[in-house]
């Protein structure tokens, strides 16, 4: 062996010493244990040796109100499985965060001879209780952000338009506000939020819209309908569910002349307001139809009915039962056409709800 000057000499020598003497121990602890022949501290982990003759430590499980959960290589790395587990669901707005389940760590009981576990890293632990649902965490976070602020719809009357005629003054916008607001969560879904404090960033914008009571002298075609019911020109919706599934205006490279309400067959149509039917029949495209006149100058149309229920000449009230969707005419499956017509001139019914 080559002499090495003076104390360095003695240092490597100790050093090597040291660690042949760490695994000669380990080796010896082990034989001798099993053997039952050694003296050790009661909180000293007791090496054993596998079956597969490696010599470890025994591994220690994450436990979730008891029950086994995961197998780490040490107690150290158990708690931090439950720590990354908790910390998958903070981020930097979160001010605390609890687990609602009570965590412990056991040692796992490995004996000589035994087959090596499948023994996982802090990380891989984490994610199976993560992905397993194993734990309930609850966090708090203070959020702050923007939300818009709706605007109010107003009608106001005007004897500068005629009954049933409606004219946008101000469409209206919608404004700004910020919001903070402490938000809890479990698992990272939100059960439950409460407000700390808002501002108005900008004011929203009223949407006003005019809407005429101007009175019009009764054409000859009213006239001789005998009118005895007037509509007030503003619309109820004329089937249940206003499930537009084509609207007002171009399509397939022509106009179409109201909106298509999709409703099952047999489902019921009513008068979109007050007024007397002066139509029905079959009318070409149309298929069975329905035509309801509301007084100054507007009809309304119900098209593709499977059955008419009303009579040309009978007073209807708003929302009274005329007919039943269908798909007679033109139409590729049961819906209500609907159309409004305002002086002879079709209009989208969509301003008129």
């Not at 029950?67 to 720590?83: C, G, N």
């Not at 101000?170 to 479990?186: A, F, I, P, R, W």
Request: hydrophobic letters at 35%; proline letters at 4%; aromatic letters at 6%.
């Amino acid at each position: 062996m080559k002499e090495l000057p003076g104390n360095r000499s003695l240092l490597f020598l100790k050093k090597r010493k040291k660690a042949v003497l760490g695994t000669a121990s380990a080796v010896l602890a082990a034989v001798s244990i099993a053997a039952g022949t050694a003296i050790v501290p009661s909180d000293f982990e007791v090496p054993v040796m596998l079956a597969n003759g490696e010599i470890i430590t025994p591994p220690w499980y994450v436990t979730v109100e008891g029950e086994r959960v995961a197998l780490v290589d040490s107690e150290e790395d158990a708690r931090e499985a439950v720590k990354l587990a908790a910390d998958h669901y903070k981020n930097e707005e979160t001010v605390n965060i609890e687990i609602e389940e009570q965590t412990s760590t056991a040692e796992m009981d490995l004996e000589n001879g035994d087959e090596k576990p499948e023994i996982l890293t802090p990380e891989e632990a984490a994610a199976e209780i993560t992905a397993k649902q194993e734990l309930t965490v609850k966090t708090t976070e203070v959020v702050t952000e923007k939300e818009p602020v709706e605007f109010k719809k107003v009608t106001k009357k005007t004897d500068k338009l005629y009954v049933g005629q409606r004219k946008v003054k101000q469409k209206g916008s919608e404004g700004l506000k910020e919001v903070t607001k402490e938000v809890t969560k479990e698992n990272g879904e939100t059960i439950e939020e409460n407000l700390i404090y808002e501002a108005v960033l900008k004011e929203p914008q009223t949407r006003i819209v005019l809407s005429g009571t101007k009175r019009q002298e009764e054409d000859a075609f009213t006239a001789a309908a005998d009118v005895k019911q007037e509509g007030s020109g503003e619309l109820t919706a004329p089937v249940s569910s206003m499930n537009v599934t084509s609207g007002f205006g171009p399509r397939w490279g022509r106009t179409h002349l109201g909106v298509d309400l999709g409703m099952p067959s047999g489902a019921p149509i009513s008068a979109a307001d007050a007024g007397t039917v002066i139509f029905t029949g079959y009318s070409g495209s149309y298929g069975n139809l329905v035509k309801v006149d509301h007084g100054n100058g507007m009809i309304t149309y119900y098209a593709h009915c499977s059955r008419v229920l009303a009579e040309q000449g009978q007073a209807v009230e708003r929302g009274e039962v005329i007919a039943e969707v269908g798909s007679t005419g033109n139409s590729t499956g049961p819906h209500l056409h609907f159309e409004v017509r305002m002086n002879g001139e079709n209009v989208d019914p969509m301003n008129y709800f």
